[in-house]
């Protein structure tokens, strides 16, 4: 996509390879501004976004807060921030996104491009949420909480560097470790996932064709990447947000956590678009069915069973442990890929999640609740390791002179099934 301006390039040394770039690739107005005029740059001219083109340290400390403030409480669409900087280096201000300044510059560009897809999405949801707003519809708003509170980074490796870096990253957002390749495959198939960590002890081979699913997959393109140590270059064409770093966790932590909140604002915004098209039909933090909307659905769905004398079956999954309420969020994220097309779903206010199957009877929806609780079993993100976790699941199926409340009443009664 084009760059739509006005951007702002800060640099105290004139920059014209990065002006240059930008401009082939459809942007303006640019304004170049040094340090010291940056902050009054941002306010006269309200940019699209922000290139920092000098890596290094930051020459004028008060001009950076500044900015950083500035750019952080500016009204509207976010306004993504990038910062050319070393690759053992972390980027001049801590809200910006990093790019290797050692890349070419089109780099640079596939990078602050896949950002301000992120802003047109922003700037889209903002402009329905006010329509929808103007017209008198349901209270609908983004959450104010950091966007890195919902999102979960996987990190792949087997080598000395794993425990440090899992420490790391677990001390800055949730995390998932992986001892192979295949086994992380196998989370971003079945899992929102907003960052991708390859630590050390596998081959360049097993990195490379990794990398290559990565890229070959167009909803995992704009994924942001962290491979300690170097891969083949080209990747860096196909991946907008991949980066090498060398073997300090905490410098790699720092580089990909900009991106990893920025991905997560994106499934946020992507939440909230999807119930706004579907006129609240979803909840824009777990993207089930909201609670109303599950059990309007639920009568049509039993009333149509009854005159067509089709089988329907409900489940209530619950959780016995110490599971926080990121965990039952997971859970209920996780239950969006996990059901059929058919199916629909909702979480109920204490955290269970209620599934509706249809055209099931009692045995097959034993069979698909049970591979669903033992998935998410094992796949939810828990607060730390937990062994006595158990899934409990409450299985009611439609009988003759139901009604949704008779079929909610059964299903909130004793449990029938344990995943094990």
């Not at 006010?130 to 979960?152: H, N, R, S, V």
């Not at 489940?315 to 059901?339: K, Q, S």
Request: include cysteine; aromatic fraction near 4%; glycine fraction near 6%.
């Amino acid at each position: 996509m084009s760059l739509q301006g006005p951007l702002i390039v800060v640099a105290d040394t004139p920059a014209p390879d990065v002006v240059e770039a930008l401009s082939a690739a459809g942007a303006f107005p640019i304004i170049e501004a040094t340090w010291a005029d940056a902050p009054t740059a941002f306010v006269s001219v309200k940019p699209a976004g922000v290139v920092i083109a000098e890596p290094g340290p930051v020459p004028s400390e008060s001009a950076a807060r500044m900015l950083c403030l500035q750019i952080a409480t500016t009204q509207g669409p976010i306004v993504p921030t990038i910062a050319l900087c070393h690759g053992d280096r972390e980027p001049a201000v801590p809200i910006a996104l990093p790019a290797d300044a050692a890349l070419p510059r089109r780099h640079l560009v596939a990078r602050l491009q896949s950002a301000m897809r992120v802003r047109t999405l922003h700037e889209t949801v903002l402009r329905r949420l006010e329509l929808l707003a103007g017209q008198g519809g349901d209270a609908l708003a983004l959450p104010p909480t950091d966007p890195l509170d919902d999102a979960t980074v996987l990190i792949a490796g087997r080598g000395p560097l794993y425990p440090a870096l899992s420490v790391a990253m677990g001390e800055r957002v949730k995390m998932i470790g992986a001892l192979s390749v295949e086994t992380a495959a196998k989370h971003l198939s079945a899992r929102d996932i907003n960052g991708v960590v390859i630590g050390d002890g596998f081959s360049p081979r097993m990195v490379e064709a990794f990398l290559t699913v990565l890229a070959q997959d167009t909803r995992l393109r704009d994924i942001p990447v962290a491979v300690i140590g170097d891969t083949a270059s080209d990747f860096a064409d196909v991946l907008p947000n991949i980066d090498h770093v060398d073997g300090d966790p905490s410098c790699l932590v720092a580089r990909i956590v900009p991106l990893v909140r920025l991905h997560a604002l994106e499934a946020r915004l992507k939440r909230i678009l999807k119930s706004l098209d579907a006129d609240g039909l979803f909840d824009p933090e777990t993207g089930l069915h909201a609670n109303d909307a599950f059990c309007r659905d639920l009568a049509k769905a039993i009333e149509q069973a009854a005159d067509r004398s089709q089988p329907l079956s409900l489940a209530r999954f619950a959780f016995d442990g110490p599971v926080d309420a990121r965990a039952h969020l997971d859970a209920a994220r996780l239950v969006t890929r996990l059901i059929r097309d058919v199916d629909f779903a909702t979480r109920d206010d204490d955290g269970a999640i209620l599934i509706t199957f249809m055209h099931s009877d009692l045995r097959s929806a034993h069979v698909v609740a049970r591979r669903i609780a033992g998935a998410l079993k094992n796949a939810m993100v828990m607060p730390r390791a937990v062994d006595d976790l158990t899934a409990n699941v409450t299985l009611a199926t439609l009988k003759a002179g139901d009604t949704i409340d008779s079929l909610m009443q059964r299903v909130m009664g004793s449990r029938m099934v344990a995943a094990e």
